[in-house]
Nanobody, 118 residues
Framework: QVQLVESGGGLVQAGGSLRLSCAAS????????MAWFRQAPGKEREFVAH????????RYADSVKGRFTISRDNAKNTAFLQMSSLKPEDTAVYYC???????????WGQGTQVTVSS
């Protein structure tokens, strides 16, 4: 059974940094892409960043490009989201997700809260 567990969220001032982690278990980690999504209060869940199974390909939402970096350590079955120059509008619950064999995001973590104060 695939399990994803996020950690690293918290309260930070605007302009600060946080690094989120997503520990995966239950499958061959390097075989599947990983992604981060976020959901702010009263808004729909939105895509943040994606990384291929090998880690060689990434893509980002325009709103975080240049500020956030997604990465992964396949030896440790963990994906990361390094967030810098944080803004109050980055406040949300952040979820990691993993694809199934179909390529769809089929597996989700429980989320970790990120709050950016102004």
């Amino acid at each position: 059974q695939v399990q994803l567990v996020e950690s690293g969220g918290g309260l930070v001032q605007a302009g600060g940094s946080l690094r989120l982690s997503c520990a995966a278990s239950g499958r061959t980690f390097s075989s599947y892409a990983m992604a981060w999504f976020r959901q702010a209060p009263g808004k729909e869940r939105e895509f943040v960043a994606h990384i291929s199974g090998s880690g060689t390909s990434t893509r980002y939402a325009d709103s975080v490009k240049g500020r956030f970096t997604i990465s992964r350590d396949n030896a440790k079955n963990t994906a990361f989201l390094q967030m810098s120059s944080l803004k109050p509008e980055d406040t949300a619950v952040y979820y990691c997700a993993s694809t199934s064999v179909s390529g769809l995001y089929a597996y989700w973590g429980q989320g970790t809260q990120v709050t950016v104060s102004s």
